[in-house]
């Protein structure tokens, strides 16, 4: 065994013995908007010494770290970079059918590149539109109306990404709405389009279409997500 070696081996001691030295800190973080079990969650996997711990406070809204004072310096960036108010997002929806009527409305006329390229029906037309708001991790609903028809359209908050390159993935069903109807019947399907997709913010896209029969070929269902109110820190 040479010289160098032991050398080296005898650093490498030296250091794990000063990392497991480490003196252990005790430090209470207070939150603005995160629950503290959702705080807890979020730091314990950095929390590695032996002795250490996360606590959560039930009267404040704040967690209690024991580790080193760098880990606790880590931990608090990790929780100031996540402890920030939701976002609030609207949506726009926009309800399309595809049919043999040649032409496209000039309220969807954007999207006609799109829609052809998806699909091969003559026309597309504008059924009905409508918004909804929702914050991270929400639900929400809205009915969409054309004529004497109804349509339920219920959907979920799953992930928002804000800043550059901001996308959300949210996943809707439409379906009947109670009493619903669909060019003068009882809509028999209970959901008509269920899709879970990521969509940029500020875009619009085609989320998915349905056959609901008669003289529409396809139920074609928009949406623009938008973030209406911003996420405060």
């Not at 029906?121 to 504008?126: A, D, F, N, R, T």
């Not at 959907?155 to 959300?168: P, R």
């Not at 069903?173 to 899709?195: D, F, M």
């Not at 940029?200 to 139920?219: E, R, Y």
Request: hydrophobic share 40%; with cysteine.
């Amino acid at each position: 065994m040479n010289l160098r070696f032991l050398l080296c081996l005898a650093a490498a001691s030296t250091l794990g013995a000063q990392e497991q030295q480490a003196p252990l800190v005790t430090r209470t973080i207070p939150l603005r908007y995160l629950q503290a079990v959702d705080a807890a969650r979020l730091i314990s996997p950095y929390v590695r010494s032996p002795q250490g711990g996360v606590y959560e406070a039930t009267a404040v809204r704040a967690v209690t770290v024991t580790e080193t004072a760098s880990t606790i310096a880590r931990i608090d960036s990790i929780i100031r970079e996540n402890d920030r108010s939701p976002a609030v997002l609207t949506f726009r929806f926009q309800l399309i059918t595809g049919d043999d009527t040649p032409g496209v409305d000039s309220s969807i006329e954007s999207l006609a590149t799109t829609l052809r390229g998806l699909f091969r029906y003559k026309g597309y037309h504008l059924i009905g539109e409508g918004s909804a708001s929702a914050g991270e991790t929400a639900n929400f609903s809205l009915t969409i109306a054309g004529g004497q028809d109804r349509f339920a359209l219920n959907g979920e908050v799953d992930a928002l990404q804000v800043g550059n390159n901001g996308a959300v993935r949210i996943r809707v069903w439409l379906a009947n709405a109670p009493n619903g109807t669909y060019q003068g019947k009882p809509i028999e399907s209970e959901h008509l389009l269920s899709t879970g997709v990521t969509i940029p913010l500020g875009q619009t896209v085609v989320l998915g279409s349905a056959a609901p029969g008669g003289s529409n070929k396809a139920l074609i269902l928009a949406v623009r997500p938008d973030v209406a109110i911003p996420p405060r820190r």
